[in-house]
């Protein structure tokens, strides 16, 4: 049995019907959620993102396993009409769809559900460079579409995340290899994933591509290449994003952000 922490929340519209957990990425925090968490409030959702153990004011803990992270995000709440994941986040979201928790539909973006030792190490000098805090004219210069505010936010929570925590996630998950959870999902999800030709890819569009293909998946597991986008979509291409999660809402029945009426 996997003790789940308690972890700090950022929370949008308390009075929110339809229920929304946006899960980030590593080295980010719940902040970081800021355009889609107040699209979704403004139209009349409850929107939890919280800190991820060792991340914003999370605490710290030695157990850094997909287990544990998804137990602490299982520990947040159930029932959610929504769950969206990028990166790590999109990983937790894999093994959290795959488990009792109630979910009706999620969007994973470019999840990290495979990691071959190369793309190990590279994000592993990546995160480690990023923390205690990464320069903003850095961000700016690799990636000009991002919105100061995205800018700001990842420098923040950046200044709050530690070396340790990077290698203690890759090294509590190796092997990792997520590619067998889809099988058991019963969320309608869909999957996006970065441009390659952008160049910081994780999930592989064959291999998306790939998992929405399987006999079991049906029309319940769906994927598509963002074009233009990077490796963080919902910065790069933040309107394809909402417009994912507008399409599987709807699907299901909830009704999209831009639909506050629907029935849930």
């Known amino acids: ?154 420098v923040l929570a950046t200044r709050l995340f530690t070396p340790d925590v990077a290698d203690a996630v890759l090294d509590q998950n190796d092997p990792w290899d997520l590619t067998d959870r889809p099988s058991r999902w019963h969320a309608r999800t869909h999957l996006l994933a970065a441009d390659p030709a952008v160049g910081d890819a994780y999930l592989d569009a064959a291999l998306a591509h790939h998992l929405a293909d399987q006999p079991t998946a049906g029309a319940r597991v769906t994927a598509e290449v963002v074009v233009g986008a990077g490796h963080s979509i919902q910065r790069d291409r933040p309107e394809a994003v909402l417009a994912a999660v507008r399409k599987v809402v709807a699907e299901v029945g909830v009704g999209g952000v831009d639909d506050p009426g629907a029935p849930t």
Do not use: Y
Not at 14 to 21: P, V
Not at 59 to 86: I, Q, R, S
Not at 98 to 105: L, Y
């Open 1 to 154: 049995m996997v003790a789940a922490l308690r972890l700090q929340s950022h929370v949008w519209n308390t009075d929110g019907g339809r229920r929304a957990l946006l899960l980030h990425g590593l080295g980010s925090d719940g902040a970081t959620w800021w355009r889609l968490a107040s699209q979704l409030a403004e139209d009349g959702w409850l929107v939890i993102a919280p800190d991820l153990r060792g991340h914003g004011r999370s605490p710290m803990a030695e157990g850094f396993t997909l287990g544990h992270l998804a137990a602490d995000a299982a520990a947040v709440g159930d029932g959610w009409d929504l769950v969206v994941g990028h990166s790590l986040g999109g990983a937790i979201a894999a093994e959290l769809l795959a488990s009792d928790v109630e979910v009706a539909a999620a969007i994973l973006i470019d999840p990290v559900l495979t990691l071959v030792p190369e793309d190990r190490e590279a994000l592993r000098r990546s995160s480690r460079e990023q923390a205690g805090g990464v320069d903003p004219e850095a961000i700016r210069r690799d990636h000009p579409a991002w919105d100061e505010r995205d800018v700001w936010r990842k």
